[in-house]
C-alpha cells in the first residue's frame, strides 16, 4: 500500500508519521489518505475512458463529508440509501442530476426529499418492489412530477461472496425477478408518476472473480434488448457496485478487465452507464489507529487489548472479516514472530480483531494500524458501552485535518432529557 508506508522507521499515511496524529488527535481515529482516494477514483473513471459513466459513489461505505467533498470534486455523483444520506450527499456539493436512490424501504417522506432535491430532483430512484413503485407514482403525481425510474432487477446469480453481502440471488430480499421484470415494466409505464429511465443490477460486495459479473451484463444486455423492443425507453443501465479489494491474499479484479466487459457487453445498448462503487474507492485508502491498552498473557493465549474496538469496526466481529493489523514503530528486522489474539475493550467476545495471528514483538501502549478500515468501518460504527465515536482524520501530503472530531460526553447525551418525575426527584 503506497498511501501508507514506513519512512524512518514509522508507519505513516502519505508524509505524515502517524505517531504524530495520535498525538494530537488521541486514539482510536480513522486516518484517510486523500492521494489514495484520488489514485482509486481515477483508476476507475480512466478504466470507462469514452465510455459515458456516471461513478455514483456509494456512500454507505464511508460518508465522511470531506471524502463525499473530495470525490464530487473529482467529478463522482453519489449513491443514497436514505433521506440522510441524501442531505450529507446534497450538503458536500454532490449536484442533485448526479445522484441515485436505491434501497429497499425508500420512505414517502425520503421520496418527497428526492423528488424535490435541487430545482431538479434526483437522477433516479432505483425502485425495488411493487409496493414501491405505486408509492412512489403517488408521492411524484402527487407533486405534479414524475419520478424517473430504473427497476432493480434481481439475476439470480451467484456472487461467490459472503452470504451476508451478496444480494442477487432468488432468495435474497433485492430487487424484482428476472422473469417478472416485463410485467413489472408494463406496470411501471402504466402509472402516472412513473418515468422509466433505466435498469439496476447490483449482485453484491466484495467481488473478487468477474465471472458472476459477466453473466450479470449478458442477462442485463438481454434484459434491455427486450425492454426496448416492448416500447420502453431504456437510456441507463446502473450495474451497481461491488468490486473486491485486497485485505488479505484476495487478488481482486483490475477495474480496467472489469471494464471490458462493460465494453463489451453493455457499451453497444448505447446508453448511459451508472457504476455505485464503495468499497473499491475508499476500503484501502483507510486505516484505524489504536494504542495497546495492555499485553495480557493468559493461560492458552497472548492478548493485545487495544483502545479500538467493534463499535469502531465491526467487520471482523460481523462478517469473520479478515483485517490486517501492523505496528506503527517498523518492527525490528529479524523480530520474533508470535501468534497473539488482537481484541478489542468491548463486554463482549466477539469483539476480536484477529485470532492467531502471527505479530512481531508489541509492548504495551505501542501503537498499531488496523488496515483496510476506509470503507464500512466509521460508515457502521456505533456508540456501544458509551465509547464516543472515533474521530476522523483526512491526510494530504505534509498536512492533516481532523475532518470530524472525537464528541464529549455532553455531545454524546445532547439529545437526551430526563422525563420530569426522574428529573423532580431528589438524586
Ligand atoms: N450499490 C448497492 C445497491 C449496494 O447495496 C451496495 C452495497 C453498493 C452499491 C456498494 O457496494 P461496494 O462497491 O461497496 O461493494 N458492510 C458490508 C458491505 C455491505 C454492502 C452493502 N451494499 C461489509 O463491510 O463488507
Same mark, same amino acid.
Given at each position: 500500500m503506497p498511501w501508507f508506508a514506513y519512512r524512518n522507521g514509522v508507519l505513516c499515511a502519505e508524509a505524515v508519521p502517524l505517531d504524530h496524529i495520535a498525538a494530537e488527535v488521541g486514539t482510536p481515529a480513522y486516518v484517510y489518505s486523500t492521494a489514495a482516494l484520488t489514485d482509486r477514483y481515477r483508476s476507475l473513471a480512466d478504466a470507462f475512458a469514452g465510455m459515458p459513466v456516471l #461513478? +455514483?459513489?456509494?456512500?454507505?461505505?464511508?460518508?465522511?463529508l470531506a471524502v463525499l467533498r473530495h470525490f464530487g470534486a473529482l467529478g463522482a455523483g453519489a449513491d443514497v440509501v436514505s433521506g440522510g444520506e441524501l442531505q450529507l450527499a446534497l450538503k458536500a456539493g454532490i449536484a442533485p442530476g448526479k445522484i441515485i436512490f436505491a434501497g429497499v424501504g425508500k420512505t414517502r417522506d425520503e421520496m418527497a426529499l428526492a423528488l424535490k432535491?435541487?430545482?431538479?430532483? #434526483? +437522477?433516479?430512484f432505483n425502485v425495488e418492489s411493487e409496493p414501491e413503485l405505486q408509492a412512489l407514482s403517488e408521492v411524484a403525481a402527487g407533486l405534479g412530477l414524475r419520478a424517473p425510474v430504473a427497476i432493480r432487477i434481481n439475476p439470480d446469480i451467484d456472487a461467490k461472496t459472503h452470504k451476508k453481502i451478496t444480494t442477487g440471488k432468488a432468495e435474497n430480499k433485492f430487487g424484482i425477478s428476472y422473469r417478472r421484470a416485463q410485467a413489472v415494466y408494463a406496470e411501471a409505464a402504466a402509472l402516472p408518476g412513473i418515468n422509466i429511465t433505466g435498469v439496476h443490477v447490483h449482485i453484491g460486495s466484495?467481488?473478487?472473480?468477474l465471472t458472476p459479473y459477466e453473466e450479470t451484463f449478458q442477462r442485463v444486455a438481454e434484459l434491455v434488448t427486450a425492454l426496448r423492443i416492448a416500447g420502453h425507453d431504456i437510456r441507463r443501465v446502473d450495474l451497481g457496485g461491488g468490486l473486491g479489494i485486497r485485505y488479505n491474499d484476495e487478488t481482486p479484479p483490475d477495474p480496467r478487465a472489469y471494464a471490458e466487459l462493460v465494453r463489451k457487453h453493455i457499451a453497444p445498448l448505447g446508453c448511459e452507464i451508472a457504476l455505485e462503487p464503495g468499497r473499491y474507492l475508499v476500503g484501502n485508502a483507510g486505516l484505524l489507529l489504536t494504542r495497546v491498552t495492555y499485553v495480557k498473557s493468559a493461560d492458552k493465549k497472548t492478548f493485545l487489548i487495544l483502545d479500538a474496538g467493534m463499535n469502531d469496526l465491526v467487520r471482523p466481529a460481523m462478517y469473520e472479516a479478515y483485517h490486517g493489523v501492523v505496528p506503527v514503530k517498523a518492527p525490528e528486522s529479524g523480530a520474533e514472530i508470535a501468534p497473539v489474539d488482537i481484541v478489542g475493550p468491548v463486554c463482549e467476545t466477539g469483539d476480536t480483531f484477529a485470532e492467531d495471528r502471527p505479530m512481531p514483538p508489541v509492548d504495551q501502549g505501542d501503537l498499531l494500524a488496523i488496515l483496510s478500515?476506509?470503507?464500512?468501518s466509521s460508515a457502521m460504527a456505533s456508540t456501544y458501552n458509551a465509547r464516543p465515536l472515533a474521530p476522523e482524520v483526512m491526510v494530504h501530503g505534509d498536512r492533516f485535518a481532523i475532518t470530524r472530531r472525537r464528541p464529549s460526553i455532553e455531545d454524546m447525551t445532547a439529545l437526551e432529557t430526563l422525563p420530569a418525575w426522574l428529573s423532580e426527584a431528589k438524586a
Open positions: #461513478i +455514483a459513489y456509494a456512500m454507505k461505505a464511508n460518508s465522511n432535491a435541487g430545482n431538479t430532483g #434526483i +437522477a433516479q466484495q467481488l473478487t472473480d478500515a476506509g470503507a464500512y
